[in-house]
């Protein structure tokens, strides 16, 4: 496609609920990011793919975290069991080069998630 | 650790005034360094970066950055901002993946 996109835009959970985010990166960007942007705040890493490959995690905040890319495309953000703290907006970034090889990253419009 | 620090949270300006925005980072390796901006209700888009090569580095709109690696600086600049220029301005740092995001600078122009 043509640049990257985010499903849904906009999410409201009941705290303790469990929520998917859905990530389409730029069509044959090897690389896709993750990203935490809580009101007032830079962005702030979460977890990283090669292809299928999840490199990096460390970002994750909790257990209660998981992502995924199974066949190295599309990707989702799971989280179980909200909480309050929970609520940001939720960043996909994609790009071409693979690890360690300086590349921009690309992002999506992202996804709002507000936790009651 | 890593980290990015943008000196300024909230920045006001007059059409037609000078812009410089301060960021300061700190990473022991090799750095690429990037501005994003963020218009109202758009998502963030790439300004400028500087991955090598000659430290004053020209970006879209009208922007430029210089990389100063005796200061750890990466300052943005615009000779003449417009109104349009009003949105969110991130400076970040990337080592080997991970982005590294300043906490942002929101500019707004005055008509």
């Known amino acids: 496609g043509a640049g990257v996109s985010q499903s849904p835009r906009y999410k409201v959970a009941k705290r303790g609920q469990d929520v998917a985010l859905r990530c389409d990166p730029i069509s044959g960007h090897v690389s896709l990011f993750w990203y935490q942007q809580a009101l007032g705040q830079g962005p702030e890493f979460l977890t990283y793919?090669?292809?299928?490959?999840?490199?990096?995690k460390s970002g994750l905040p909790s257990d209660r975290f998981f992502a995924e890319r199974p066949e190295g495309s599309v990707s989702t953000l799971k989280i179980q069991r909200t909480q309050q703290e929970d609520s940001a907006v939720y960043l996909c970034a994609s790009s071409l080069a693979l690890a360690g090889v300086p590349d921009t990253q690309y992002f999506g419009p992202g996804t709002r998630l507000t936790v009651l | 650790a890593q980290s990015v620090s943008q000196h300024n949270h909230h920045v006001i300006l007059s059409e037609a005034a000078s812009l410089e925005l301060g960021c300061n980072y700190s990473y022991g390796g090799t750095v690429n360094l990037f501005w994003y901006v963020q218009y109202p209700g758009q998502h963030l888009q790439l300004l400028l970066k500087y991955f090598s090569g000659d430290p004053l580095v020209k970006g879209i709109k009208g922007f430029e950055a210089e990389f100063i690696k005796s200061k750890f600086s990466f300052n943005l600049r615009k000779p003449s901002v417009q109104w349009s220029d009003t949105a969110e301005y991130f400076c970040?740092?990337?080592?080997?993946?991970?982005?590294?995001f300043g906490k942002g600078t929101r500019l707004h122009i005055l008509p």
């Open positions: 793919f090669q292809n299928e490959a999840q490199l990096d």
């Open positions: 970040a740092v990337n080592g080997h993946d991970k982005i590294i």
